[in-house]
């Protein structure tokens, strides 16, 4: 133990140089040696894994993560949160403050990240027995006031997304416990539900589930911001002019 | 050792700080006692022209930064940065996020505060090429080739005058203020551009000027903050709009699949000889 430490963490340790103490002349990743020996050796999301998990994912693993960030890499350009990030870089905001409104958009409790964590914290509890699998006590319990978490209509339809990320998980032969148990609460699971029982069995916590639902939008929020810097700012729906506003003090 | 690694020394364990701290068990700002010399005695505007001048404003001061401010209480959700506050907002993010997320959008070219950090940059140097001699029209020439739209003219969403760039340029007179060097330069640059192209200044050339101009005389550095100020209460307005008519659940601005052009490749299959 370090007689003056500021920082506690278990997942990053470096070794200062002998004639500088800010300077890491070494740095290990969960004890595994960062610079030396896993770059290059895993990829990017085995890297993750290890971070958030504390150990390298085996093959089995390393698939079903990579399967479920896919999944929700990207929600197309109408998403809200795409939406803001692409709303941000057509007026000319830079790249970080673009991806900045997407990401402040993507968290919310309504189909964001925080909905992620809700549907995470109930299945938790309903795979202890510490709740009854109930689909309106669970509602109204972790709800938000709107459904039951990873459930509901997806502009007013069944998200068919799901059962087919649902039937890649079986096939695979990934774990499926906590996506059984959504669907005993109701046929109209949603996508970023599917996400959360995949994140639960992988071993994930909640708030894990929540960053790593908004870090994964992430890819799709920057590949839709860029393109927005060769568009013109009048190209953008909504702006001035257009449609309807009602205002009613 | 280096002058780069004794920067890292230098500073270990120490924070200098001219604005102030909870220091001494009482909270300081700027050389006074918050809840003994602001609190009850000042209002907002005077504590934040404090910040910024670092010292308390004149009762004129006050009202000309106010006035910017109520100048700029207009709240509307089809501007992009309040667009984004309210897309946050109607996914329920928590309220700082969805106003965080709103003032990123907020540091955009064409609207907020880049243009009048931009136009301070341009009032700035263009000050200092008139100063040498060199004639207007070629000061904004070389301007317009660095940036063929300048920095404080021209508005996206309404032709003709800003309303914002006439009404703060009389607040100003109305305080008992003259227009000062900056403002005296915008002003012929827009009779030079309004003459030649029809384009006429807006809200960040008047308040870029005032606010570098006497009796503000802020840097260029601190328009960001000051801009940030006198412009922030429609994003927290855009937001809370949303938060509540949330009552129905009614999306916000949703749009239809056919709203999206589409100009990428046409359906083609996977190869192969995919990754997995």
């Known amino acids: 133990m370090k007689e003056r430490a500021r920082v506690t963490t278990a997942i990053w340790n470096e070794k200062a140089a002998d004639d500088n103490p800010f300077y890491p002349r070494e740095s290990y990743c969960c004890g595994y040696d960062y610079y030396g020996e896993l770059l290059g050796r895993f990829s990017w999301t085995s890297l993750l894994y290890l971070q958030l998990r504390g150990e390298l994912p085996d093959t089995r693993q390393a698939g079903f993560f990579d399967l479920m960030l896919s999944a929700v890499m990207n929600p197309g350009p109408r998403d809200p949160q795409n939406q803001s990030a692409m709303a941000a870089a057509v007026g000319g905001c830079p790249v970080g403050g673009s991806l900045m409104a997407g990401f402040g958009t993507s968290q919310g409790s309504r189909e964001g990240g925080g909905a992620v964590e809700a549907c995470m914290a109930m299945l938790d509890l309903l795979v202890a027995g510490e709740v009854v699998a109930d689909r309106a006590l669970l509602t109204e319990r972790f709800g938000d006031g709107e459904d039951c978490p990873g459930f509901g209509l997806w502009f007013g339809e069944k998200d068919h997304r799901a059962p087919l990320v649902g039937n890649l998980i079986r096939s695979r032969g990934y774990p499926d416990r906590r996506l059984s148990l959504l669907e005993t609460l109701g046929d109209d699971l949603r996508l970023y539900g599917v996400f959360a029982a995949g994140l639960g069995d992988l071993g994930f916590t909640p708030r894990q589930g929540h960053g790593l639902f908004m870090i994964s939008g992430g890819g799709g929020m920057l590949a839709f911001l860029c393109e927005q810097y060769s568009v013109h700012w009048s190209g953008f729906p909504h702006w001035f002019g257009y449609g309807e506003y009602r205002y009613e003090p | ?276």
């Open chain 2, 1 to 276: 050792m280096s002058p780069d690694k004794g920067r890292y020394h230098d500073n270990y364990d120490r924070i200098d700080s001219r604005h102030g701290g909870f220091l001494g068990g009482k909270a300081l700002f700027r050389g006074v006692v918050a809840a003994e010399d602001l609190a009850g005695k000042k209002t907002q505007t005077e504590a934040l022209l404090l910040g910024f001048m670092g010292r308390y404003p004149e009762p004129a001061e006050t009202r000309l930064f106010d006035a910017l401010i109520c100048l700029n209480v207009y709240p509307d959700p089809r501007i992009w940065t309040m667009r984004v506050g309210a897309y946050a907002a109607d996914g329920k993010s928590p309220f700082p996020s969805a106003y965080s997320a709103a003032l990123s959008a907020f540091n955009s070219r064409i609207y907020g505060t880049q243009p009048i950090v931009e136009c301070g940059h341009f009032i700035v140097r263009s000050m200092e090429a008139l100063a040498a001699g060199i004639p207007l029209a070629e000061v904004l020439s070389a301007e317009r080739k660095r940036n063929p739209v300048l920095p404080g003219f021209g508005r996206p969403v309404a032709p003709g005058p800003d309303e914002r760039f006439t009404k703060s340029v009389s607040l100003l007179e109305e305080c008992g203020f003259k227009p000062g060097p900056g403002l005296t330069f915008i002003r012929e640059t827009a009779t030079h551009l309004n003459d030649e192209k029809g384009i006429w200044p807006n809200y960040a050339a008047s308040f870029s000027a005032i606010l570098l101009d006497p009796p503000f005389s802020f840097t260029v550095s601190q328009l960001y903050p000051s801009a940030q100020c006198i412009a922030h209460l429609p994003l927290l307005f855009a937001i809370q709009d949303v938060v509540e008519n949330r009552r129905e659940r009614n999306p916000f601005l949703p749009l239809k699949v056919d709203d999206v052009r589409y100009t990428g490749s046409v359906f083609r299959p996977v190869p192969q000889s995919g990754e997995i």
